[in-house]
């Protein structure tokens, strides 16, 4: 069973906004920050957002993150074709003391 | 500018270890704690544990007690991680990523990422 909860697949055409949902619990997502990596097909992950919404230097303004509850949400907007690559949403779990991954999301532009 | 280079690939045997190490460049190592993930094929990232490069602080994934060291050698500016009793669901790459702190004193959890060492386990 997944401790966060990613869609598998998001898609948008260039120059749109697309959101990427990650669903969480009280023991992560309810108490702790969230963080936002993209990997590039054949790459490593890259971090792009931490503490729920600040970007690392380097990092465009096009890519903003936002947190309700037990949920956080990123968003991409200007989509380019570069933009297409896997997102994952990360946070410390406090039951698990443990950090957490979500099952990652395909963004296809 | 920050670097994270890692040993190359292995190929164990099942019941074998495996040993990646993880050289930093670039900043002072001591101030910043290394985490280490891994990543099987066509799988989400998972976190193995941390430690702390300054005071040798360690801490595991409850998944990997027992089986993980962590190790820190200042003089060398490296991280190490064994992996022991390793099993076929252990072939993955695995990755050192460093916590960072921005500006402003706040962590920046793996802000920097190693290029990945890949481990296979296959008799």
């Known amino acids: 069973q997944s401790v966060l909860t990613q869609p598998p697949s998001a898609s948008g055409t260039p120059g749109q906004t697309v959101a990427i949902s990650c669903s969480g619990s009280s023991s992560n997502l309810g108490t702790n920050f969230v963080y936002w990596f993209q990997q590039l097909p054949g790459t490593t992950p890259k971090l792009l957002i931490y503490?729920?919404?600040r970007r690392p230097s380097g990092v465009p303004d096009r890519f903003s993150a936002s947190t309700s509850g037990t949920s956080a949400s990123l968003a991409i907007s200007g989509l380019r074709s570069e933009d297409e690559a896997v997102f994952y949403c990360a946070t410390w779990d406090d039951s698990l003391n443990a950090w957490v991954f979500g099952g990652g999301t395909m963004l296809t532009v | 500018q920050v670097q994270l280079v890692q040993s190359g690939a292995e190929v164990k045997k099942p019941g074998a270890s495996v040993r990646v190490s993880c050289k930093a460049s670039g900043y002072t190592f001591t101030r910043f704690s290394m985490n280490w993930v891994r990543q099987a094929p066509g799988q989400r990232l998972e976190w193995l544990g941390w430690?702390?490069?300054?005071?040798?602080?360690?801490k595991y994934s409850q998944k990997f007690q027992g089986r993980l060291t962590i190790t820190s050698d200042a003089s060398a500016n490296t991280v190490s991680m064994e992996l022991s009793s390793l099993r076929s669901e252990d072939t993955a790459v695995y990755y050192c990523?460093?916590?960072?702190?921005?500006?402003?004193?706040?962590?920046?959890?793996?802000?920097?990422w190693g290029q990945g060492t890949l481990v296979t386990v296959s008799s």
């Open positions: 430690i702390d490069s300054g005071n040798g602080d360690i």
């Open positions: 990523a460093r916590d960072g702190l921005d500006s402003s004193g706040y962590y920046a959890h793996f802000d920097y």
């Open positions: 503490r729920n919404n």
